[in-house]
């Protein structure tokens, strides 16, 4: 089966067929309070299962714009992952004397990140991938000359942590001896998430569409369903694999019936009264355009998945006598939800999980 990555999704232009012709979706906003507020808005209708195409759109293009809250802990260097993503660790210019080496612990394991943070190498980054909530420790560990060795971590106060909101980044500056000059500068590491928007997890789940109630196959194998009557169907999820990221959580799914194909159609089943007089006969639709009336969209949500256990997701759905003759296709798309029940991430993506073909009733 074909598959699409995320992308196809956040950059097509949305538009809706419906009377009066179509709805383009302007580019998101640059100002980040404002991607904020418009991304809170549209997790509010997603959550109420109100949510139109575009909003599905806004809310998971947008994700990785939304600042990310801090939680941190001076003493210890401890940063929690706010949200699901990749940590990117730099080593910036110091001032120290003394050979430290940096490590990072995350639960029980630890890394060591730097020999001597004198050396660097210096303006290097790392990255590093964790999921949300886990916690990222930073340890300065100090070699005096004579022998004694200090851990920052066993004293109040000798790192220090700013938070830069709109850039998701931390800056731990560190003083590698209690009771020294306090400069604060004999070790400085940068520390910024990126949120992701996607990880991929469509080799651990099988997905698969159901068509119910339909008038045979076409000589492509795709199920019929005549224009103006209703299709029911079924969205069948099994966890083949686990992860951590099934864990604990809940997930949104969404079905979204698309075009195909780019195509010109003559709807010349479409008159008047059903279609306005100002409303075009003939249109041009391209692949990947919704078909009508999905607004909102079909949603299942507080889905859980579990390895070896499959989940069948049933809904209908009928888009009257505006849809354009010819193949169609249904979109899956699978989002983990946070904490506070907000898109984290797409873990699916498919927009061939299903083909149908709507002729004209005959």
Not at 39 to 57: K, N, P, T
Request: proline share 6%.
């Amino acid at each position: 089966m074909k598959k699409t990555a995320l992308m196809s999704l956040l950059l097509f232009i949305v538009f809706i067929i419906s009377c009066g012709g179509s709805t383009t979706l302007s580019p998101a906003a640059d100002n980040p309070n404002a991607v904020f507020q418009g991304r809170a808005a549209a997790y509010e209708r997603m959550l109420a299962g109100q949510a139109s195409v575009a909003d599905l759109r806004y809310a998971v293009d947008n994700y990785d714009r939304l600042p990310a809250g801090p939680e941190t802990n001076n003493q210890d260097a401890v940063i929690a992952m706010p949200q699901t993503g990749s940590l990117f660790v730099t080593l910036h210019d110091n001032d120290a004397g003394w050979r430290s080496e940096l490590y990072m612990t995350v639960g029980d394991d630890t890394y060591l990140l730097f020999e001597d943070t004198r050396q660097g190498p210096l303006h290097k980054t790392t990255e590093y991938v964790y999921r949300a909530g886990t916690e990222v420790g930073f340890t300065l560990v100090t070699y005096v000359p004579g022998g004694e060795v200090l851990t920052n971590n066993a004293y109040d106060g000798l790192c220090n942590i700013d938070y830069i909101e709109a850039e998701n980044k931390w800056i731990l500056y560190f003083e590698d001896n209690p009771g020294g000059d306090e400069d604060y500068n004999d070790a400085v590491i940068e520390v910024q998430m990126a949120a992701d928007s996607f990880i991929d997890l469509s080799d651990k789940l099988e997905v698969s569409l159901a068509y119910l109630d339909h008038h045979g196959y076409t000589d492509e194998g795709y199920v019929i369903y005549y224009i103006g009557e209703t299709m029911n169907y079924e969205v069948h999820i099994k966890v083949v694999e686990d992860d951590i990221l099934f864990t604990d959580n809940t997930f949104m799914v969404y079905a979204v019936h698309e075009y195909y194909e780019d195509i010109t159609c003559d709807r010349w089943w479409y008159q008047p009264p059903a279609r306005d007089p100002d409303e075009p006969q003939i249109i041009t639709v391209a692949k990947g355009d919704p078909l009508p009336d999905q607004d909102p969209p079909q949603l299942w949500q507080n889905v859980v998945f579990n390895e070896g256990e499959e989940n069948v997701l049933s809904a209908s759905y009928n888009g009257g006598l505006a849809v354009a003759a010819g193949n169609d296709q249904t979109h899956v798309i699978i989002i983990r939800e946070n904490e506070d029940d907000q898109v984290e991430l797409v873990v699916y993506d498919n927009p061939e999980a299903g083909v149908f073909d709507p002729p004209p009733a005959p």
